[in-house]
C-alpha cells in the first residue's frame, strides 16, 4: 500500500491550500477479555490506514454504517484518542504525538461538535458557563467581559442571550444543538469536526441546524469535517465525500461526482439506500441488498473487507487488498479500493459472487486455510 | 414531584419570548438551579422538616450544655455522693433535683447527656466529613485516571470493606496501649475518629468511583478535553458538581452510623474515656447495674441516642428523595 503516493494525487491543490492531512492513520483498540491470564491481545481495527486531506473552507463528508470507525478516526483527528499508527498534520504542522501542553493552543483551531445534544452539555453547569468553558479554560476573557462575549456567540447562532444563566434541561434539542455549535465557535476555529451532528435531531430541527453551519461557514470562513449516516444531509452540506467500511475509505470524490458515478459496490448499496422523493423513480430504482451483517472488525476479512458481502467479488477479492487510486479513467480526485468497480449504467444488483461462500474468508486469523 | 413538573414546565413556556413578554421576561431569565429545585422538594417534605426541627434541637442542647448545668446547678463531672446516691450507694431516680436521676458516681444525668450531645455530634460530623472527603479525592482519582491507579485504590478499597471493623476497632486499642515505639496512645477523641475515618471512607469511594465511571463516558467530558481542559479542571469543574448531590444524600446518611459507631466503640470502652461523658459510655456502664433496679441510668441515655439517629436517618432519607427523587442511587 502506497498511501503517500494516493493521497497526492488525490489533492490537485497546492499544499498551502491543505488544513488537514492524514496519512496512514490507524487506530487499534485493544480488547478486554474476560480471561485471567491473557495469552494474546485481541484488538478492535476501528481505523485501518486511513489517508486524507481536507482543504481550508470546504466540508468534507465522511459516510459509513454505525461501527465503520469514522467517530474514531474523527476522534484521533481532534488528538481525544491517542493514534496508533500513521501521521496528522494540521495546518502545515504534524500534531500526531504533541504532548498535552504543546497541544493545548492547537486546541482552539480544531473543535468538534458532537451528536448527542443532551448528552454532550453538563446538565449541572449554567448555558453561560458551558459556552463560556473555552475562554475560562484559555484564560483569555474573564467576568464581563467572558459574559460578553459569549452572548455575541449565543446570537450568532440564534439563541436568546439573555437565556445566559438558564441550565440546558431548559432548552429545546436544537437549541442544545446550537448551544454546542456557540461552545465550538468560541475562538473561530479553523476545523470544526461535526460528529453526526443532526442525526439526533428532529428533520424540521435539523434543516436549522444545517443551515446555520452552513451560514457560519459562509461568514467565518470555517472548513468542516461532516461525520454523518444520513446520505442525502451529506450531499447537501459536502463538497467532497470519503465512504469508509470496516476501518478503510472505500471511495472518495467530489459530492456529485460520487453521486453520479459511485464505483465501489458498497457506496453503489448505499446510495441506492436513499429515499427519493418521486415514488414513480423509486419504484423504477433497484435497491441492492447487501447479504449478511458488518463483520467483526476484531478480525477483518482478508484482502478487501468488503468482500464476504460483494455481489462482485472474486478471488482476487479474498487475497489482495485493492488500492484507493482511480479507477475506470475518472477524474484525479475520484478515488475507489475496488478490484472490479462499478461501471456507469451497471446494475450490481444482478451480479453474482465468482466465489463460492465456503471460499470467503470472513476472518483474517483463518486465511491460512484458505 | 408535581411541583417540580409545574416548575420547568412554566420556564419552558418563558423561554421563547416574544417582544411583547421579553421585557418581562427578563427578570426571570435565570434558571432555577438543580439545587434550588431539591431544596424547594426538601422543604415540602413534613418529616423530614420535622425531624430538622429536632436536629436543630439536639444542636442547641449540645451547644447549650452550660445553661442545663446552669438550671440545675449540677457541674458536668460533679459527684454528689450524699444526696446523689441512696442509703446503699445506688445512684437515684428522678426527682425534683436530678430531674434524669444520677449515674453510679452520683453525677447528674441529665446535664451529663446534654454535654454526651456534644461528643456524639461532633463526632458525627467531623469523622463524616473525613469520611467523605477522603472518599471522594480517592475515588474521583480512582476513577478519573483509571489504569492502575484504579486497579491498587479499588483493590485496596475491597480490602479495608472485608476487614471486619469492630475487632480491628478493638485490637487497635489494644496495641495502641502498650506499644513500645509510639509510647502510649490512649483512646480519646482523635482515634476515635481516625478508626471511623479510616473505615468509612472506602464505601465513600466506591460509590464515588462509580459514579465517575459513568460520568467519564459521557460527550461532556470529551466536549471539554477537546476544549483543552486539563485532567484538574474535568475533575473539579466538570465531574464534582455531578457528584455533589449524590455525595450530599450519602453525608447524611453517614451521620447517624458514624454517631452510632462512636457509641458503640465508647460502649466497648476503647472510645471517649472517662471522666468524658458520652452517651455510649453511659449505656454500657448502666447496663452493668440495670438488673438492679436503676433503670433510669440505662433507658436516658438510649432514648437521646435513638432520638438523634432516628432524626438524622429520617432526615437524610427526606434529603435523598429531594435530591435524587428517580431513585438513581442506591445509597
Known amino acids: 500500500m502506497t498511501h503517500e503516493t494516493t493521497a497526492a494525487a488525490a489533492s490537485a491543490a497546492t499544499a498551502d491550500d491543505v488544513l488537514l492531512k492524514v496519512d496512514g492513520l490507524v487506530k487499534h483498540f485493544p480488547v478486554k477479555s474476560s480471561k485471567l491470564i491473557q495469552t494474546e491481545r485481541e484488538y478492535v481495527h476501528a481505523v485501518e490506514h486511513v489517508s486524507l486531506e481536507v482543504r481550508r473552507g470546504e466540508t468534507l463528508g465522511l459516510v459509513g454504517e454505525t461501527g465503520c470507525g469514522k467517530s474514531t478516526l474523527a476522534r484521533c483527528v481532534a488528538r481525544l484518542y491517542p493514534v496508533t499508527a500513521g501521521r496528522i498534520w494540521f495546518d502545515g504542522r504534524e500534531i500526531t504525538n504533541l504532548p498535552p501542553r504543546k497541544m493545548r493552543p492547537l486546541r482552539r483551531d480544531i473543535q468538534m461538535i458532537f451528536q448527542d445534544p443532551y448528552g454532550s452539555l453538563n446538565p449541572r453547569r449554567r448555558v453561560g458557563s458551558i459556552i463560556g468553558d473555552p475562554f475560562s479554560i484559555h484564560r483569555t476573557a474573564r467576568g464581563e467581559d467572558r459574559r460578553r462575549k459569549v452572548q455575541h456567540l449565543m446570537e450568532l447562532v440564534g439563541l436568546n442571550p439573555e437565556h445566559y444563566n438558564r441550565f440546558p434541561a431548559e432548552f429545546s434539542g436544537g437549541q442544545r444543538q446550537r448551544i454546542g455549535v456557540a461552545r465550538a465557535l468560541a475562538f473561530s476555529p479553523k476545523l470544526i469536526i461535526c460528529d453526526e451532528p443532526v442525526s439526533a435531531l428532529d428533520v424540521s430541527i435539523q434543516a436549522q441546524i444545517l443551515n446555520l453551519l452552513s451560514d457560519l461557514q459562509r461568514e467565518l470562513g470555517l472548513t468542516y469535517v461532516f461525520i454523518a449516516h444520513d446520505l442525502s444531509v451529506v450531499r447537501h452540506v459536502s463538497d467532497r465525500v470519503a465512504v469508509m467500511y470496516l476501518g478503510r475509505i472505500v471511495e472518495q470524490a467530489p459530492a456529485e461526482e460520487m453521486w453520479g458515478h459511485p464505483r465501489h459496490p458498497y457506496t453503489d448499496a448505499l446510495l441506492s439506500a436513499v429515499p427519493l422523493p418521486d415514488p414513480e423513480h423509486a419504484s423504477q430504482r433497484e435497491r441492492i441488498i447487501l447479504a449478511g451483517d458488518v463483520p467483526s472488525p476484531i478480525h477483518p476479512p482478508s484482502g478487501c473487507r468488503f468482500h464476504p458481502r460483494c455481489p462482485k467479488a472474486r478471488q482476487t477479492c479474498v487475497t489482495d487488498e485493492p488500492e484507493l487510486i482511480t479507477r475506470l479513467g475518472d477524474r484525479a480526485d475520484h478515488l475507489a479500493a475496488c478490484h472490479y468497480p462499478v461501471a456507469d449504467g451497471e446494475d450490481i444488483s444482478l451480479s453474482k459472487p465468482a466465489i463460492a461462500e465456503d471460499q470467503r474468508v470472513v476472518e483474517s486469523g483463518l486465511i491460512a486455510g484458505a | ?331
Not at chain 2, 4 to 15: F, H, L, T
Not at chain 2, 201 to 217: C, F, M, N, P, Y
Open chain 2, 1 to 331: 414531584m408535581t411541583y417540580d413538573i409545574q416548575a420547568v414546565g412554566e420556564s419552558q413556556d418563558a423561554a421563547e419570548p416574544t417582544d411583547v413578554t421579553a421585557a418581562v421576561a427578563q427578570k426571570q431569565i435565570e434558571g432555577k438551579s438543580p439545587w434550588v429545585l431539591a431544596l424547594r422538594r426538601l422543604r415540602r417534605d413534613r418529616a423530614a422538616m420535622i425531624c430538622l426541627g429536632v436536629i436543630i434541637l439536639i444542636v442547641a442542647c449540645a451547644v447549650g450544655a452550660p445553661i442545663f448545668a446552669e438550671i440545675t446547678g449540677h457541674g458536668n463531672m460533679q459527684q454528689f455522693p450524699n444526696i446523689g446516691r441512696d442509703a446503699a450507694g445506688q445512684p437515684v431516680g428522678p426527682n425534683g433535683t436530678f430531674w434524669l436521676g444520677t449515674d453510679t458516681l452520683g453525677r447528674d444525668l441529665l446535664v451529663r447527656i446534654a454535654y454526651g450531645a456534644r461528643i456524639s455530634l461532633f463526632v458525627g460530623v467531623v469523622a463524616t466529613a473525613v469520611t467523605v472527603v477522603g472518599g471522594t479525592i480517592i475515588g474521583l482519582a480512582a476513577g478519573y485516571f483509571g489504569g492502575a491507579v484504579d486497579s491498587i485504590l479499588a483493590r485496596f478499597m475491597d480490602w479495608l470493606l472485608a476487614v471486619p471493623f469492630l475487632l480491628f476497632a478493638i485490637s487497635l486499642f489494644s496495641v495502641a496501649v502498650v506499644h513500645p515505639i509510639f509510647g502510649i496512645i490512649g483512646p480519646g477523641l482523635p482515634i476515635v475518629i481516625i478508626v471511623l475515618g479510616f473505615f468509612g471512607w472506602a464505601s465513600v469511594g466506591r460509590l464515588v468511583r462509580g459514579q465517575v465511571l459513568s460520568i467519564k463516558e459521557k460527550e461532556y467530558i470529551e466536549a471539554a478535553r477537546a476544549l483543552g481542559a486539563g485532567p484538574w479542571r474535568i475533575m473539579l469543574v466538570d465531574i464534582l458538581p455531578n457528584l455533589l448531590a449524590p455525595l450530599i444524600v450519602y453525608s447524611t446518611l453517614l451521620i447517624p452510623a458514624t454517631i452510632v459507631g462512636e457509641a458503640t466503640l465508647s460502649f466497648l470502652g476503647v472510645g471517649v474515656q472517662p471522666p468524658t461523658a458520652d452517651w455510649g459510655q453511659m449505656i454500657s456502664d448502666a447496663s452493668t447495674i440495670f438488673l438492679y433496679g436503676p433503670w433510669w441510668y440505662l433507658l436516658f441515655p438510649s432514648i437521646a441516642l435513638l432520638i438523634t439517629t432516628l432524626a438524622f436517618n429520617i432526615f437524610g432519607d427526606g434529603v435523598r428523595d429531594a435530591f435524587d427523587p428517580r431513585g438513581d442511587l442506591y445509597v
